[in-house]
């Protein structure tokens, strides 16, 4: 065990790292080329050798033979979720500054005269321009988040409110196990190993179990009239690459 309590890698999970090293290198100049908009290859390497990692730790022989083809596409997933989390937190810090100069650029006090005010007024004057500057950036930001949130493809598009609404309508009519295990891997986000523990059940039956469940879900999808994916609007330009996890069945 480390210093916090997470076990080392294993010999064997370290072998599967160091043999995925070229994935990781190719699915982060693949991101950066796709999505990055200015961000290197060498970030996103560093989110997806943490993802990498990981994948190695719940990797089961038994299961799957392709280590490397697995950690690809797991690992293309977490850079990509950094990115899109670092566009939205990108656009609420440019927005602080922003809040601030506009604030600092018009500054002024004509009124102050070093001669004639003591300490105590000078304090209470800089204590009220640092109250009016942590107003400015607090409503600068405000603001960026509320257009952040105008533009959630759920709340501002025709297409997105449909597609929800039918996902929604869809996931209720598939059977109750399906739907338990459909949100669990996509609402709550557990990997399979962890849906597994979750569940009760091996590892096998809940991937046999999720493609019945995804199958299901595209079903009735597809009576509810959704047959592509709706594009993303939050974070990196989508190319088509993207995709709601039911529509191709991939791994989450």
Do not use: C
Request: a negative charge; aromatic letters at 8%; proline letters at 4%.
């Amino acid at each position: 065990m480390n210093a916090e309590g997470a076990a080392a890698p294993t010999v064997r999970q370290q072998t599967l790292v160091r043999e995925a090293l070229p994935v990781i290198e190719r699915a982060a100049k693949d991101v950066a080329r796709r999505f990055g908009h200015g961000t290197s290859p060498r970030e996103l390497y560093a989110v997806g050798m943490f993802a990498l990692y990981r994948v190695a730790a719940e990797f089961e022989d038994k299961v799957s033979h392709d280590f490397n083809d697995h950690a690809y596409r797991r690992a293309r997933t977490a850079m990509r979720e950094a990115l899109r989390v670092e566009t939205r937190h990108a656009r609420r810090v440019r927005a602080a500054y922003d809040g601030a100069d506009m604030f600092l650029a018009y500054l002024r006090d004509d009124t102050y005269n070093v001669l004639e005010h003591d300490e105590e007024e000078s304090r209470r004057r800089l204590e009220e321009s640092a109250d009016a500057l942590l107003a400015a950036t607090f409503a600068a930001l405000a603001a960026e988040q509320q257009r952040l949130d105008a533009e959630d493809p759920a709340a501002a598009e025709a297409e997105h409110r449909d597609a929800y609404e039918a996902l929604a309508q869809a996931m209720q009519r598939i059977p109750a196990w399906a739907e338990r295990l459909l949100r669990l891997l996509f609402f709550e986000r557990q990997t399979l190993v962890e849906a597994a523990v979750t569940l009760s059940v091996s590892y096998a039956t809940v991937r046999r179990h999720r493609d019945e469940a995804l199958a299901f879900l595209r079903d009735e999808l597809h009576k509810l009239g959704v047959d592509r994916v709706p594009p993303l609007r939050d974070g990196p330009a989508n190319d088509g690459d993207d995709v709601w996890p039911y529509a191709e069945g991939g791994e989450p």
